[in-house]
């Protein structure tokens, strides 16, 4: 599956290892992100219904210089969770940056192989549990076939964390990307053509859409990695909604979760009654597609899948066993954002995102500490003065209104 232009694909991560990493800054800062994120996994992968006692082994294809990898298997290691985390990619120099960042933390609890997702079938790797692949199947010739090999090493039950470019919120690239084909074309020595688009970057019209898109700063803040990836990767597709949805389907996959819930949600953008009756007459897919188009903010596609005859049952948020997790940070810190008037806000790519909760939410919010369950957290409340009803009517209403912004989870049992 490999041609002329893949090879010049293995060169630029060669010359150019993405994203651009110093592994000194772990020492300050760990890199969260979606997909991969451990709370998102046992979630949205798998409902909350996976013991985190039993060992997850994850495979990261593609893994770059280290962001996937070093997240999750950090996160694992914080946790006390058993199992492994595989690096896979086909760059020796990004292989040095990730290792050199998973030192730098200590990580024990990963595994590195030098190859080509491509050659996954067959190589005798996995099963694994997770599969992370994120920003590789829009560079290969055949994003089909990657995913068909990513699929032969996925255990059952198990699911996928991917993320695709999609064209809206990446108006002006492809533009460039043309432009610079032409000034440098691909068959130059990478140094070459960066030279190139570093000196039509310092010449840009004011009129170029790339400098009026606010989503995208790789060519401003990435370094040269980021730059070439952005505008001289030499093969870079990008897909809508409904063209992931038909690649997805169409090897057996289904959407647990397009990533944030909220951004892919029209509804909150459509106040008209009689636009949103509209609205109400088109199935998910549709919706999602006219949320894209309507935001024109996504650069890219996130999502959790599974097989189609596996399809995720998540765990009852309503039922007393089941604990609550933020996705990030404490309870506290959600409840302090909450206005007078019970609104908070969330901007997602320049676009805000308001979300009603009822005057309970802050008191729920701040119990909230990964450990109590509903039942304690009623129980909590119950001590000063809150009825069930009154508690269960405001915690349904909570989760829902923060898990579609991917903020509230449920943990592993």
Request: glycine share 8%; charged share 25%; aromatic share 6%.
């Amino acid at each position: 599956m490999t041609d002329a232009t893949d090879a010049r694909l293995a060169a630029q991560y060669e010359s150019f290892p993405y994203p651009r990493r110093d592994p000194r800054d772990e020492a300050k800062r760990l890199i969260i992100g979606s997909p991969g994120h451990l709370r998102e996994i046992d979630y949205w992968v798998f409902g909350a219904r996976r013991p985190a006692s039993r060992p997850l082994h994850a495979l990261i294809a593609g893994g770059g210089t280290g962001d996937a990898t070093i997240m999750l298997a950090q996160q694992m290691a914080r946790a006390g969770r058993p199992g492994s985390v595989t690096w896979l990619d086909r760059s020796a120099a990004s292989l040095k940056i990730a290792r050199e960042r998973a030192a730098v933390r200590g990580l024990s609890n990963i595994v590195w192989e030098q190859r080509s997702l491509l050659d996954l079938p067959g190589s005798g790797l996995g099963p694994f549990d997770y599969i992370d692949c994120c920003g590789v199947l829009h560079h290969l010739p055949d994003p089909a076939a990657g995913l068909r090999a990513l699929l032969s090493v996925l255990a059952p039950g198990g699911g996928l964390g991917l993320m695709v470019y999609a064209p809206h919120g990446r108006t002006g690239v492809y533009m460039l990307q043309d432009a610079l084909l032409l000034l440098a074309p691909s068959d130059e020595a990478p140094a070459a053509r960066l030279d190139v688009a570093k000196r039509v970057m310092r010449h840009l019209p004011d009129t170029a859409w790339l400098r009026r898109n606010g989503f995208l700063d790789d060519h401003i803040n990435g370094g040269d990695a980021g730059l070439y990836d952005l505008l001289l990767n030499p093969r870079d597709r990008a897909f809508t909604v409904p063209a992931l949805h038909a690649l997805l389907t169409s090897e057996g996959l289904s959407v647990s979760c397009w990533v944030e819930p909220a951004r892919y949600d029209p509804l909150p953008m459509l106040p008209d009654p009689r636009l949103r009756a509209r609205v109400e007459a088109l199935d998910a897919v549709q919706r999602a597609a006219l949320a894209e188009a309507l935001a024109g903010n996504v650069s890219a596609h996130i999502v959790y899948c599974v097989r189609q005859d596996e399809e995720t049952k998540r765990a009852d948020f309503m039922a007393d066993e089941a604990v609550p997790v933020t996705r990030e940070g404490p309870g506290e810190a959600l409840a302090a954002a909450v206005q007078p008037d019970g609104m908070i806000g969330f901007m997602i790519d320049g676009l805000r995102v308001p979300v009603a909760l009822p005057p309970l939410a802050p008191a729920i919010l701040r119990l909230l500490d990964g450990r109590r369950s509903v039942a304690a957290i009623a129980a909590a409340l119950a001590e000063r003065g809150t009825g069930d009803d009154a508690f269960r009517r405001a915690w349904h209403s909570t989760f829902v209104a923060l898990e579609h912004i991917n903020r509230l989870l449920l943990a592993a049992p």
